[in-house]
């Protein structure tokens, strides 16, 4: 396979953080390597992290005591947890789009992160 062959199987992946200013970070990827398995284990972790802080976050909304400080908290934690999510998300989106994984509906020549 030449290079140019093998850079058509190619797509650029969402990864589930961010550059140092803040940015989204891409990788171009056939979704086999050591990054691609480090990102899909870094978006479970964040979905399962959501998951824990939505079962504390509950009560404290529910609680008819909670403090505006509490509230606040929890709201900024459940903030963070839904940016992750939806990062996840997107990303998760953009790969189905391009053919990874998905049946004849696929897009192959899909060309992510254009």
Avoid: N
Wanted: charged residues 25%; aromatic residues 4%.
């Amino acid at each position: 396979m030449s290079i140019s062959e093998h850079t058509d199987f190619l797509h650029a992946r969402l990864l589930p953080w961010t550059r140092p200013d803040g940015g989204p970070c891409y990788l171009q990827t056939d979704g086999h390597g050591y990054v691609s398995r480090v990102a899909d284990e870094m978006e479970a972790v964040q979905l399962s992290m959501g998951a824990e802080v939505l079962d504390c976050a509950k009560p404290i909304i529910a609680a008819a005591g909670s403090t505006v400080a509490e509230l606040r908290f929890a709201a900024a934690r459940l903030a963070e947890c839904l940016t992750d999510a939806l990062r996840v998300s997107e990303s998760r989106g953009m790969r189905l789009r391009c053919g990874e994984g998905v049946g004849p509906e696929a897009e192959p020549d899909c060309v992510c992160g254009a």
